[in-house]
């Protein structure tokens, strides 16, 4: 089986957009600094080291991470010409409790989780 490196950054950027505003700070100057936490946090300071693609999803009604910070990621992932998705549930929040948005949500994880770790054929 060969995997693809898409949805690993899918399920780190899950992992770190969860954890934005949670998360112990990762400043050593965090002490000084009352903005250190989500400054050391933001991913803009990582869009430089990003190569796979990724999956983006927000809720524009999520008041932990504003949904701008989602679209502007997919924004340096186009630009850099990295294989990226975004979808954006305009009436969702933080997380996506309508039953067809759910559907939607499920079909669009499934189907970019099955493009990058599906099995490849063996060659005969």
Do not use: C
Not at 5 to 18: C, E, N, R, V, Y
Not at 60 to 69: G, K, L, P, V
Not at 72 to 88: C, D, E, G, N, Y
């Amino acid at each position: 089986m060969t995997i693809k490196p898409g949805p690993l950054s899918f399920l780190a950027s899950l992992t770190l957009i969860a954890s934005l505003g949670s998360a112990p700070a990762l400043a050593e100057d965090a002490s000084t600094d009352a903005a250190a936490p989500m400054t050391v946090q933001d991913l803009v300071n990582y869009v430089d080291n990003w190569q796979t693609s990724m999956l983006a999803i927000t809720g524009e009604q999520d008041f932990r991470i504003s949904y701008t910070q989602e679209i502007a990621s997919f924004t340096a992932l186009q630009r850099k010409k990295i294989s990226s998705q975004l979808l954006v549930f305009p009436e969702e929040n933080h997380w996506v409790l309508k039953p067809k948005n759910s559907l939607q949500w499920h079909g669009t994880v499934f189907s970019w989780l099955d493009r990058w770790l599906k099995e490849e054929p063996a060659e005969k």
